[in-house]
Nanobody, 124 residues
């Protein structure tokens, strides 16, 4: 079992920044994939970006490239999502996900464990 706890959400003005954190516990995440998804009210959960915990390779949804950056700290079993130049359409609940095996998955069905999410509100 893996437990994921997100933090760092809040209210920010358009153009502002936030940094989210996801702390994993229960097993080492050093040979796995972790990712961020988001879900706005009434919308499907969508992939935001992922990171290989072993190589730090990252991949992103097109609309966040150049604005969002995922990083990791294996010693802390933690993944971060730095979000810059936030737009109203970025407002959502952001969820952390964990996959036991390496790859570059974008589909929610390819992840094994999920956090409860942290809310991000962007005012225009």
């Amino acid at each position: 079992q893996v437990q994921l706890v997100e933090s760092g959400g809040g209210l920010v003005q358009a153009g502002g920044s936030l940094k989210l954190s996801c702390a994993a516990s229960g097993r080492s995440v050093s040979a796995s994939v972790m990712a961020w998804f988001r879900q706005a009210p009434g919308k499907e959960r969508e992939f935001v970006g992922g990171i290989s915990m072993r190589t730090a390779y990252t991949w992103y949804k097109d609309s966040v490239k150049g604005r969002f950056t995922i990083s990791r700290d294996n010693g802390k079993n933690t993944v971060y999502l730095q979000m810059n130049n936030l737009k109203p359409e970025d407002a959502a609940t952001y969820l952390c996900a964990f996959r036991r095996y390496e790859g570059v998955p974008r589909d929610r069905g390819e992840y094994d464990y999920w956090g409860q999410g942290t809310h991000v509100t962007v005012s225009s």
